[in-house]
C-alpha cells in the first residue's frame, strides 16, 4: 500500500501533485472511502458537528473535498457487526482511503477490532491519513498524545511505518506545538521521529520514505 501521511490534509500543490502522483490517474476519476472514526474518540473535533463536516467536506482541512468521482463513508466501529463479505470488497477495489485525525489510539482500536488493519498491506488504494490518521501506522505516538487510553494501557499503533509523528509543528491553534516540546517528544521514541507543520507530508512506497513540504519539519534520528 501507498502512504500520504499528512498534518493538516491536502494543504498546497506540492501535496496534492504528490497525491495524483500515487493515485496513477485524476482526482475526478478516482474513488475514495472517508473513515472519520478517530474524531469519536477525540474530545475537541466528535461526535456530532465536526465529523459531519468531515464527511460532507466543509471543513478547513482539504481531503473529502477535493473533487473525487465519488466518495463513501467507512465506519470502522460498525464493521464488526456486520458480514465481511459486505465491506471488504468494497475496500479491495477503492483507489483511495481518507483518513481523518482525532484519536490515534482510538482509530488504532477499531482499525484492529474491525479488522482493517489486516488487509492494509494487502490493498493497491492509496492510504491518505490526517494527523491522528498518519499517527496510527507509527509503531507508537508517545506518551504527550496519549488522550483515550486503550485496554493494554499502551501508546502502540499499526507500526506499517517505521518512524513517528508530531503533527501540527507549530499550529497557532495548539501552542504546547512547538519544537522544543517536538524534540522533547522525540527523546523519548525508539525509532525515528518527524515533527511536521500542516503545509508537510511523508511519503511511502515501498518502505522508502520522501518528505514532501512547502512549510517545515524536522527529523530526529535515534
Not at 483515550?148 to 491553534?173: I, K, R
Request: proline share 6%; glycine share 10%.
Amino acid at each position: 500500500m501507498k502512504f500520504l501521511l499528512t498534518s493538516g490534509g491536502i494543504t498546497n500543490k506540492s501535496i496534492h501533485n504528490a497525491l495524483v502522483d500515487m493515485l496513477d490517474k485524476p482526482i475526478a476519476e478516482s474513488n475514495a472511502l472517508c473513515i472519520p472514526t478517530a474524531m469519536y474518540g477525540h474530545p475537541w473535533v466528535g461526535p456530532g458537528v465536526k465529523t459531519w463536516e468531515f464527511i460532507s467536506g466543509k471543513e478547513e482541512n482539504p481531503m473529502v473535498n477535493l473533487g473525487w468521482k465519488s466518495v463513501g463513508v467507512l465506519e470502522l466501529t460498525a464493521l464488526p457487526s456486520i458480514d465481511k463479505d459486505r465491506w471488504i470488497p468494497l475496500v479491495r477495489e477503492i483507489d483511495v482511503l481518507l483518513v481523518s485525525g482525532g484519536d490515534a489510539l482510538y482509530l488504532n482500536h477499531w482499525m484492529r477490532e474491525s479488522g482493517l488493519a489486516e488487509l492494509l498491506t494487502s490493498l493497491s488504494a492509496v492510504y491518505v491519513g490526517m494527523s491522528a490518521g498518519s499517527m496510527v501506522m507509527a509503531p507508537e505516538i508517545g506518551e504527550i498524545f496519549v488522550g483515550w487510553t486503550p485496554p493494554s494501557g499502551e501508546d502502540q499503533t499499526l507500526g506499517l511505518v517505521d518512524f513517528a509523528m508530531f503533527p501540527h509543528l507549530d499550529h497557532e491553534m495548539l501552542p504546547d506545538n512547538t519544537m522544543a516540546t517536538a524534540e522533547k517528544w522525540a527523546a523519548g521514541m525508539q525509532g525515528p521521529a518527524y515533527a511536521i507543520d500542516d503545509e508537510t507530508a511523508i511519503k511511502v512506497i515501498d518502505g522508502e520514505v520522501e518528505v514532501i513540504s512547502e512549510g517545515h519539519w524536522k527529523l530526529f534520528s535515534p
